[in-house]
Every structure is written in structure tokens, then in C-alpha cells.
Nanobody
Framework: QVQLVESGGGLVKPGDSLQLSCAASGRTFSSYAMGWFRQVPGKEREFVASINWNGGITYYADAVKGRFTISRDNAKNTVYLQMNSLKPEDTAVYYC????????????????????WGKGTLVTVSS
């Protein structure tokens, strides 16, 4: 079992930065890959970024590549999403998720592939 709790969402202006955190508990954090997803009401949940067990492999959706950075601190059982140059179209509920079947992988995940989810944190980008 893995429990995930996101934090760090809020209201920001276009061009601002924001860092999301996801605290994990339960299974040994360094034994699985992690991902960030986002969802706008009425739309499907979409992949944002993923990271392997030690941060050596990362992968990003084209929409956020060059602006967002995923990282993890296994000593703190936490994965982060640093979001820079935010745009109104980044407005969504952001979720972290765990893939406990893989530890040394980061790629374009389908939401259906992830094993555990947090409850999400809302990011609103508006002037």
C-alpha cells in the first residue's frame, strides 16, 4: 500500500512559478517510479511528467517540456513538480501517482497504468 498527499497548489498569475510536493508513505519510496498528472473538469486526466526510482530518468509531456521539472528526494519520501512560466492552460487539478510495478522507468504513462493516487491539488493560473 502507498499513501500519497499532494500540496503546494494555489492561484498564480501567468508567468509565475509554483512548486508542488507529493509526500508518500507506506511502501519503501525508493522502490517505485512516480508520475504527475493533471485534469480539467470535463476532460480526461493527462500525463505531465514521470521519474524513476532515483531521479536518473525523467520524462515530460510535450506541453510542459522545458517549463516543468520533476524531481524526488527519497530521504524525505517526496516527489516534486517545479512549474515555471505558467500559462492559463496549465490550470487543473494536479495528481501524483505511483507505479509500484516498476522502479527504473520513466515514460509516457497512461493513467490506467498507475497503482496509487493522491487526492490532488488545484493549480489556477489567471491574471
Amino acid at each position: 500500500q502507498v499513501q500519497l498527499v499532494e500540496s503546494g497548489g494555489g492561484l498564480v498569475k501567468p508567468g509565475d512559478s509554483l512548486q508542488l510536493s507529493c509526500a508518500a508513505s507506506g511502501r519503501t519510496f525508493s522502490s517505485y517510479a512516480m508520475g504527475w498528472f493533471r485534469q480539467v473538469p470535463g476532460k480526461e486526466r493527462e500525463f505531465v511528467a514521470s521519474i524513476n526510482w532515483n531521479g536518473g530518468i525523467t520524462y515530460y509531456a510535450d506541453a510542459v517540456k522545458g517549463r516543468f521539472t520533476i524531481s524526488r528526494d527519497n530521504a524525505k519520501n517526496t516527489v516534486y513538480l517545479q512549474m515555471n512560466s505558467l500559462k492559463p492552460e496549465d490550470t487543473a487539478v494536479y495528481y501524483c501517482a505511483a507505479d509500484v510495478d516498476n522502479w527504473d522507468y520513466a515514460g509516457l504513462y497512461s493513467p490506467n497504468y498507475m497503482d496509487y493516487w493522491g487526492k490532488g491539488t488545484l493549480v489556477t493560473v489567471s491574471s
